[in-house]
C-alpha cells in the first residue's frame, strides 16, 4: 500500500542528498521517481536540487504538479517540503490515496524561531511514516534546532524565510540554540552564497574578475571563530586531472597564528579522497611558507601578474610571475 512519508532533519542533515539516492534507487531497479521541489527555492538554480555534498538532480516544480503525467512514475519525492502550502501537502495525499503511488518528503520540521513551518505542520499531521534524518551540534549532541547566523550572532528574530546555505544557518542542540552559543572554532564547505564571502577572497586575490573564474566550479571552506567567518581556502579541479588551491586568506588581525596552515593541512586532507596532488600559484615571496608545509617547486609562469591583474596593486608590492608548487597528497 503506497503512503505517504516525512523525513524532516535540521540544517545540514543530507536531506536533499538521500533524496537524491532515493531517486538513483528507483532508476537502479528500472523505475521511475519524479523529484519535486517548491518554486520557491532557487537557490540551486532553476529546477536543479543540489546537497552540500555536491550531488544535484534535475526536478520539476511543485507549483506544475497539475500538468504532470504521473502514471508515468512509480514515486513522488519532495525536497525542501517545509515550504509547501497545505493544499500543496493535501494534493501529495491525494496521490497516495487515489493513485496508489507514494511520496516521499525531505524538509525541516521548524524554523530558526523554533515554529513548525505551513508544510511542515501538514506533513507531521498527514503523512502514514515520520522520520528523523540526524545530525549533531558542534558539542556532539543531536542537532534538532535550526539557527539563523548573521555577524557571528544568533537571530531569533526576523521574517521566517530567508533562503540561505551553510553561510546563513547552522544545526544546533536545542540547548545551544536557546543560548545562541556557536562553535568556538569550526571549518565549513560553503555551497551556495559563496560571493557572501567576497571580503574574505579578495584579502588573497584583489581581482573579483578572477576570483568569477574559479570560485563556482570549485569547494570554498571558511573557517569559523565563534560564528565569524575568519578564514577561508578555495580548492578546485585542474586540467590535468589534479587540484589546485586556488585562494587562501586569513583576516588580518589573525594573520601569524598558524591560521592559514591550519586551512592548507585541512584542504589538503580532504583533497586526498580524489587527488594525487595539489598545485598552489603563489608570487617569491610566499614560497618559503609553501615549502614549510611540504610543496615542492614545479614551474613558472612568466608575466602572470602583469597580463591577468593590470593596474592592480598588491600587499607584496609590484608582481609578474607566478610560481607554481606541487603537494603530493597520497
Not at 524565510?161 to 562553535?183: D, F, M, P, Q
Not at 584542504?267 to 598545485?279: F, G, N, Q, S
Not at 600559484?281 to 591583474?309: M, Q, W
Request: proline letters at 3%.
Amino acid at each position: 500500500m503506497a503512503k505517504l512519508y516525512f523525513r524532516y532533519g535540521a540544517m545540514g542533515s543530507s536531506k536533499t542528498a538521500n533524496a537524491i539516492m532515493v531517486q538513483y534507487n528507483y532508476r537502479e531497479r528500472g523505475q521511475n521517481a519524479l523529484m519535486l521541489k517548491p518554486r520557491l527555492d532557487s537557490r540551486d538554480g532553476e529546477k536543479i536540487v543540489g546537497s552540500r555534498s555536491g550531488l544535484s538532480a534535475s526536478c520539476e516544480y511543485v507549483e506544475d504538479l497539475d500538468s504532470i503525467d504521473l502514471s508515468a512514475y512509480d514515486c513522488v519525492i519532495v525536497d525542501e517540503a517545509q515550504f509547501l502550502t497545505k493544499a500543496q501537502v493535501q494534493r501529495l495525499v491525494d496521490i497516495v490515496d487515489e493513485m496508489g503511488i507514494p511520496v516521499i518528503c525531505y524538509g525541516l520540521r521548524a524554523d530558526f524561531q523554533g515554529n513548525l513551518f505551513e508544510g511542515s505542520h501538514w506533513l507531521l499531521a498527514w503523512a502514514d511514516t515520520i522520520e528523523e534524518i540526524k545530525t549533531v551540534c558542534w558539542c556532539g549532541r543531536k542537532a534538532t534546532c535550526n539557527a539563523r547566523v548573521a555577524d557571528g550572532k544568533v537571530l531569533k528574530s526576523g521574517e521566517q524565510i530567508v533562503l540561505g546555505g551553510n553561510e546563513s544557518y547552522v544545526a544546533l542542540c536545542r540547548k545551544h540554540w536557546a543560548t545562541g552559543e556557536l562553535a568556538p572554532r569550526e571549518i565549513r564547505r560553503i555551497s551556495s552564497g559563496k560571493k557572501e564571502y567576497l571580503p574574505l577572497l579578495l584579502e588573497a586575490d584583489p581581482s573579483e574578475r578572477m576570483i568569477d573564474r574559479y570560485l563556482e566550479k570549485s569547494d570554498l571552506y571558511v573557517l569559523f571563530l565563534r560564528g565569524r567567518p575568519a578564514a577561508e581556502a578555495v580548492i578546485g579541479p585542474r586540467a590535468d586531472g589534479h587540484c589546485e588551491l586556488f585562494n587562501l586568506a586569513v583576516e588580518k588581525p589573525l594573520r601569524g597564528q598558524g591560521i592559514a596552515r591550519e586551512m592548507v593541512e585541512h584542504v589538503c586532507k580532504l583533497a586526498r579522497t580524489d587527488y594525487e596532488r595539489m598545485y598552489v600559484g603563489t608570487c617569491e615571496d610566499l614560497i618559503p611558507f609553501y615549502e614549510s608545509l611540504g610543496f615542492e617547486r614545479a614551474y613558472v609562469e612568466k608575466h602572470f601578474f602583469r597580463d591577468n591583474y593590470p593596474g592592480v596593486s598588491f600587499d607584496e608590492g609590484e608582481l609578474d610571475d607566478m610560481f607554481y608548487l606541487s603537494r603530493r597528497l597520497k
